[in-house]
């Protein structure tokens, strides 16, 4: 349903950011979609990937762009940003933090995808353009 719903906008990119579904094949076999995940990846795949990060005692976190592939979390890597975990944080104040990175790095990135273009070989993305500085935590 999503796919032929899709197919009547011919979008040149999908956004799902925060969806938390798994695309089937056929959305992406035809579409072009990124995501974000509010974690380092390849570190910290899934649905808790902030407690994860915390659980595991990691120093610095951050947001990752991606493009989606059949896997979770498992897509070529197009940006990340740093967030460093601070003394007393908890998951609910690093996941504010590392938000409000990561919107501002997928913005970035959408303007600069679609200003710009991108290369994909094998899993190494070449965006078009400089990033904003204004996508680092340090730049809040």
């Known amino acids: 349903m999503l796919a032929a719903r899709l197919a009547e906008f011919s979008p040149d990119l ?13 959305v992406l076999q035809e579409n072009t979609v990124i995501n974000t995940h509010p974690a380092l ?7 808790h990937a902030v407690r994860d990060a915390l659980d595991y005692g990691v120093k610095v976190t951050g947001a990752t762009v991606h493009f989606v592939d059949e896997g979770v979390d498992t ?3 197009i ?7 601070e003394e007393g944080d908890d998951v609910a104040t690093l996941h ?8 501002r790095m997928l913005v970035d990135v959408v303007g600069r995808l679609a200003r ?17 500085r ?4 340090e730049n809040r």
């Open 116 to 132: 710009h273009g991108w290369t994909l070989n094998d899993r190494q993305v070449k965006l078009g353009g400089a990033p904003s």
């Open 79 to 85: 940006e990340q940003a740093v967030v460093r975990v």
């Open 14 to 26: 999908v956004v799902s950011a925060g969806f938390m579904r798994i695309l089937g094949r056929e």
């Open 134 to 137: 204004d996508v680092t935590e």
């Open 96 to 103: 504010e933090r590392i938000k409000t990175v990561e919107r």
């Open 41 to 47: 990846l390849p570190a910290f795949p899934g649905a």
């Open 75 to 77: 897509g070529p890597v």
